[in-house]
């Protein structure tokens, strides 16, 4: 199974980027996934989660009201729309998917990683 992220780039402050993550090879409808982040010299975190049971979602309080995550299980993909960006939210952006019995899907959970996408904010 794949994960492919896409959709990241370069953004002044204050601008939006929507990340995409397509999955393949078996599908992901019904897991717990999630966006992790990376910053130069920072261990990596995640970011937001989607859960399998009720969908229900979790947000790291920086990119609360501001980062939305989703997911359309009919086109295989999740999505991250990030709005109102910050010079620190610039990072590699992974998309992560939980296909044990994992709730939602911190990063000991993880089974299938996305080789990541480029964010960078400027100020």
């Known amino acids: 199974a794949q994960l492919v992220e896409s959709g990241g780039g370069l953004v002044q402050a204050g601008g939006s980027l929507r990340l995409s993550c397509t999955t393949s090879?078996?599908?992901?409808?019904?897991?717990?996934m999630g966006w992790f982040r990376q910053a130069p010299g920072k261990e990596r975190e995640l970011v937001a989660d989607?859960?399998?049971?009720?969908?229900?979602?979790s947000y790291i309080n920086s990119v609360k009201d501001r980062f939305t995550i989703f997911r359309n299980d009919d086109k295989n993909t999740l999505y991250l729309q990030m709005n109102s960006l910050k010079p620190e939210d610039t990072a590699v952006y992974f998309c992560a998917a939980c296909t044990g019995r994992s709730i939602s899907c911190p990063e000991s959970a993880v089974d299938y990683w996305g080789q990541g996408t480029q964010v960078t904010v400027s100020s």
């Open positions: 090879g078996r599908t992901f409808r019904g897991v717990a």
């Open positions: 989607i859960s399998y049971h009720n969908g229900s979602l």
